[in-house]
């Protein structure tokens, strides 16, 4: 199992930025995929952005070329660099994993999640 605690949220004004990060414990965060989630009240909640178990990442359209994911494995530490920041990109955001490296994309598989850090971006 992993046990997975996000930080760095907060709040920002419209074009500003901020770095989430997700400490990993309890197993080696290179033997899993790892991804962040956001989610507002009363909608699902959705994946922006997944790194694959050799590093490549992947994104939604509505962050792509805004936000940059990577990881530290010597840390164990999954991250989210969120540039020009918009007031959509408000939410809860959540650093999840699962240990099915051959689909990193696949969302549903996600069954290990943080606790979750808001994100607020006001104009």
């Known amino acids: 199992q992993v046990h997975l605690m996000e930080s760095g949220g907060g709040s920002v004004q419209v074009g500003g930025s901020l770095r989430l990060s997700c400490a990993a414990s309890g197993a080696a965060a290179s033997r899993y995929c790892m991804a962040w989630f956001r989610q507002n009240p009363g909608k699902k909640r959705e994946g922006i952005s997944i790194i694959n178990s050799d590093d490549t990442p992947g994104y939604a359209d509505a962050v792509k070329g805004r936000f940059t994911i990577s990881r530290d494995n010597s840390e164990i530490t999954l991250y989210l660099q969120m540039n020009s920041l918009k007031p959509e990109d408000t939410g809860m955001y959540y650093c999840?994993?699962?240990?099915?490296?051959?689909?990193?994309?696949?969302?549903?598989?996600?069954?290990?999640w943080g606790q979750g850090n808001q994100v607020a971006v006001s104009s």
């Open positions: 999840a994993a699962h240990s099915k490296l051959w689909a990193c994309n696949v969302v549903d598989l996600y069954d290990y």
